[in-house]
């Protein structure tokens, strides 16, 4: 109750954690260079040639940070409005990250067409577009009906999550000695998040574990169930899955679990029947299995999204310097090839513990890592 209350009471205090702030001076000398008059040559400038828009404006290093509030952290369906707290929090971890400028854009609507409408008629103002907590699988179609706008949109939800669990991945197979091409990973969950982290996994050899089973809350997806349809036919295909029992009996053996989905799913003893097992129960703000709990049953690795535990695998590793690095490498859309190299730099940022498989947001040193491995990867 009580960080109920003090964060009440400093979003009051604050009215918002952004404010907009003039670069330059206004002064009587300079007035009429950055308003009228002056103010008319870099339109005509820019109406000659509209990219000269990344020169004279906002329009190249900004980034719009736009929701419908369909799937909001773990709140679900709360609206536009009331998602406008957590898109100004992103704002400004672009900024204190990365030195990344970041506005929230919340949109009262939840037409999939009307989304992509509005997203595409403003997008001129921006360098590049992070979609927040939009829900599966609207999610899936406007990121997909977005690409051709000439900046990179990226669903942060879906890639910054798969990239941050991949590189935890890296290190801790790093510290356990094991193989991806030899893992057998269980994953529930899978809508945007859990989505993204299975194609990412799928889309390099070097990743790609010997067996992975997804299921969603009606169990595993494989090429037997008939109900499947659109994302979820599509990962049952990707991952060739056969297994058709229950969530505990997959884990039998597993060397990796993943969790994106819900609170309090596990016991020790399920963790028991896995392969010196790596626990990442990432379910917000209620993990999965608690760590002590986890790792009373043989945990070697445990990770959660959470801040007040080791190991926090949180997506805010990513996006600030992600998208300093898209937006200064000039990059036109995400990549699979950039997404796995930021991943590998993300993982190299650390020398990885078993309580420390990544860096903690604040530690910034890995920001430049990934920002600069991203501008190579745009060139290549």
Do not use: W
């Not at 392969?275 to 049953?297: H, S, V």
């Not at 926090?312 to 990549?335: D, R, S, Y």
């Amino acid at each position: 109750m009580t960080q109920e209350l003090d964060a009440l009471k400093l979003h009051e205090k604050l009215k918002g954690k952004l404010e907009i702030k003039s670069k330059q001076k206004i002064t009587s000398q300079n007035l009429s260079l950055l308003y009228t008059p002056g103010v008319s040559f870099p339109c005509m400038e820019i109406n000659k040639n509209p990219v000269k828009a990344n020169d004279y404006t906002i329009a190249g290093n900004t980034v719009a940070v736009i929701s419908d509030g369909t799937a909001v952290l773990g709140l679900g369906n709360i609206g536009a409005k009331a998602s406008l707290p957590v898109m100004e929090g992103k704002s400004i971890l672009f900024k204190e990250l990365a030195g990344v400028n970041a506005f929230p854009i919340v949109l009262n609507t939840k037409s999939l067409e009307e989304n992509i409408k509005v997203i595409k008629a403003i997008a001129p103002t921006f360098a590049a577009i992070n979609l927040e907590d939009f829900s599966a699988p609207d999610c899936f179609e406007i990121e997909n009906s977005l690409q051709e706008l000439g900046i990179p949109v990226v669903h942060d939800d879906q890639h910054a999550t798969a990239i941050v669990v991949l590189a935890g991945l890296i290190n801790a197979c790093k510290l356990t000695g094991k193989k991806f091409n030899e893992l057998k990973i269980v994953l529930i969950g899978v809508g945007a998040a859990g989505t993204a982290v299975i194609k990412l996994l799928f889309e390099s050899n070097e990743f790609t574990p010997k067996k992975l089973i997804a299921f969603d809350r009606k169990g595993a997806l494989n090429n037997q169930r008939t109900d499947l349809i659109g994302h979820k036919k599509f990962l049952a295909e990707l991952t060739e899955c056969n297994f058709n029992g229950l969530l505990k009996e997959a884990l039998e053996g597993a060397d990796v679990f993943i969790g994106l989905s819900s609170a309090n799913l596990l016991k020790k003893e399920d963790i028991q029947k896995m392969n010196k097992p790596i626990i990442f129960a990432l379910a917000n703000p209620f993990p999965e299995i608690n760590p002590e709990e986890a790792i009373a049953g043989g945990a070697v690795i445990v990770a959660t999204g959470r801040s007040d535990y080791c190991n926090q695998v949180n997506n805010a590793l990513v996006f600030p310097a992600l998208f300093k690095g898209l937006i200064e490498g000039k990059a036109k859309k995400l990549t699979p090839e950039i997404k796995l190299t930021a991943a590998k730099a993300l993982a190299d940022s650390v020398k990885p513990t078993k309580n420390k498989i990544l860096p903690k947001p604040l530690d910034k040193n890995y920001v430049k890592k990934i920002a600069e491995a991203v501008k190579k990867a745009i060139k290549k």
